[in-house]
């Protein structure tokens, strides 16, 4: 698997598959899923993108080695007043299984996760992430 995956940087044109698919994802959370498409998708789209944009937001990207326009999975980290969070981490789902997770996870040393889904849980579990959802409203 390694061999096929290359890790990059962010760059702004990841932004909708990132925007779109933690969207997705997460819409099936217990946070979200009482809440009506109309609300959630204009109100946690918009904490998502203030993340994204913030200078203190790391993004790593898993793409394909032969085209990193595609992407495998992402996780999204940030350091706000000392604090290391872990805001996302997502693995498409022919990935799954792979050690995509681990190998982002790798990549930084966060100490909080500041969302959790469902599939999640056994992440924070292995990872020994504490869950703080206030961490996206900061």
Request: hydrophobic share 40%; glycine share 6%; net charge positive.
């Amino acid at each position: 698997m390694e061999e096929s995956i290359v890790i990059r940087g962010y760059r702004l044109d990841d932004k909708p598959f990132i925007l779109n698919s933690w969207l997705q994802s997460y819409k099936e959370s217990r946070f979200a899923e009482d809440l009506s498409n109309s609300i959630y998708y204009k109100w946690h789209g918009e904490i998502i993108e203030r993340i994204l944009d913030r200078e203190t937001t790391q993004v790593f990207i898993a793409a394909s080695r032969e085209d990193s326009d595609v992407i495998a999975g992402y996780l999204v980290t940030e350091k706000i007043r000392g604090f290391d969070i872990a805001h996302y981490v997502y693995v498409k789902r022919a990935f799954n299984g792979l050690g995509l997770c681990k190998l982002l996870f790798g990549l930084s040393t966060p100490k909080y996760a500041s969302h959790i889904t469902r599939a999640g849980k056994p992440i924070l579990q292995k990872t020994g992430l504490i869950y703080v959802p206030y961490f996206i409203f900061i």
